[in-house]
């Protein structure tokens, strides 16, 4: 268990932070790039909140309105030229993940001279890792991504039908100012697809890393079990604080390092797929992953059913005969996919009017970036084109 684990950003963590904004901007730079999405913080007062307060500091913004759910790399392009035009000096990232995810890469691409998509990984022989990126600010509203605190975006390709990632050292955000009052207004089918983004989070290092991490193990079933236990709580009541400040504090644990420090995983296969879906039919992404993982999971219990049968024991209470026990792995497979269609999330391609007509497309999209030398998606097993179809298939 050889790891290295660093993470730069600066949380600040509690109701109220809002107000906080101006302050905290205002150590880094006069003049913001403000970034939105699609109109829910105008909305719902949060926009006005946000800007009294970097006013109230002198900070001047301009805004970058109308980022897509799933970000498109024209929406980066159009806020990186707002930032040279206007000569910005730090990005605010005002809203869920896409919001913070394009800031990141408007961050950067405004320090690039070339297109920004070569900053994304596409399977391009010449792929441009950032070095340097304007300080971003995140103020998420959704808890969901963990992007406040971590170092990867995953921005959409709308002419080539790609969606994909970087991950990179210089795009941790300066500092994540996480207010969870700010999520109170967060609706039901969204609260219940960042559930499930949140556990597909943990799910991923916990089942595609190495052997023998206990330490990590507890940590991450203890994230899945709070994430459940407050996840439902707040779909039963949107304004309970106390639920809604766990699930923030659970989603940004889940993605931001700390949790998978030493488990060292192969690859994030669930996303890649979804990532490939999505890219096709525009889909939230927790939906996506609703679908995908379940199908995924009973995939590769097959292969490595002892961390399976751990899953089911330890997250849904089942009672294994033995660490190969196929019955419970599958057992805890079925509870899990279960919970999710008790919160609302859809755990089938067709519930979202989704075939099976481009399933060879999703497939060889899916391995484009993290794939090993063969060309198959890095996982714990690893998965050939043909497998991720049968997954697909399965998912039906």
């Not at 995939?299 to 002892?306: E, G, L, M, Y």
Request: aromatic fraction near 8%; proline fraction near 5%; hydrophobic fraction near 40%.
């Amino acid at each position: 268990m050889n790891f290295e684990f660093y993470n730069p950003t600066r949380l600040i963590f509690g109701a109220g932070n809002l107000k906080r904004l101006g302050k905290e901007v205002k150590r880094i730079g006069r003049r913001a790039l403000l970034v939105t999405g699609g109109g829910s913080v105008k909305r719902n007062g949060i926009f006005d909140r946000a800007v009294a307060s970097l006013e109230r500091e002198g900070i001047t913004w301009v805004e970058c309105a109308g980022i897509e759910p799933n970000p498109r790399i024209t929406s980066v392009a159009r806020g990186a030229q707002l930032v040279r035009d206007e000569k910005c000096e730090v990005v605010i990232a005002l809203g869920g993940g896409s919001t913070m995810d394009a800031s990141k890469v408007i961050g950067a691409a405004a320090l690039y001279d070339g297109e920004p998509w070569d900053l994304i990984g596409h399977g391009q022989q010449d792929w441009v890792i950032p070095t340097e990126t304007l300080p971003v600010v995140t103020v998420p509203t959704l808890a969901a991504t963990g992007s406040e605190m971590n170092c990867g975006a995953v921005i959409s390709n709308d002419e080539t039908k790609i969606k994909s990632f970087v991950q990179t050292e210089a795009l941790y955000p300066a500092v994540a100012l996480v207010d969870p009052e700010l999520t109170l207004t967060v609706p039901k089918d969204q609260t219940a697809y960042g559930i499930c983004d949140i556990i597909v989070h943990v799910t991923e290092a916990y089942f595609n890393g190495i052997d023998d991490t206990p330490v990590q193990d507890r940590f991450a079933e203890g994230v899945i079990l709070n994430t459940i236990d407050y996840g439902k709580r707040a779909l039963a009541d949107g304004n309970d604080l106390e639920a809604r400040t766990h699930l923030q504090w659970a989603s940004i644990l889940a993605l931001n390092g700390f949790m998978a420090a030493g488990m060292n995983p192969a690859g994030f296969p669930v996303h890649m797929i979804e990532h490939a879906i999505s890219a096709h039919h525009d889909i939230t992404h927790g939906a996506g992953l609703a679908i995908v993982n379940p199908a995924w999971m009973r995939f590769a219990a097959k292969v490595r059913p002892a961390k399976f049968v751990q899953f089911g024991e330890r997250i849904f209470n089942l009672k294994p005969k033995g660490s190969d026990d196929m019955d419970c792995a599958l057992a805890g497979i079925d509870a899990y996919e279960a919970f999710l269609k008790s919160i609302g999330c859809p755990t089938r391609l067709s519930a979202l009017g989704i075939g099976d007509e481009l399933f060879t497309r999703y497939a060889e999209d899916s391995a484009l970036v993290l794939r090993d030398e063969d060309g198959n998606l890095l996982g714990r097993p690893t998965m050939s084109k043909q497998d991720i179809v049968e997954v697909l298939r399965s998912a039906l």
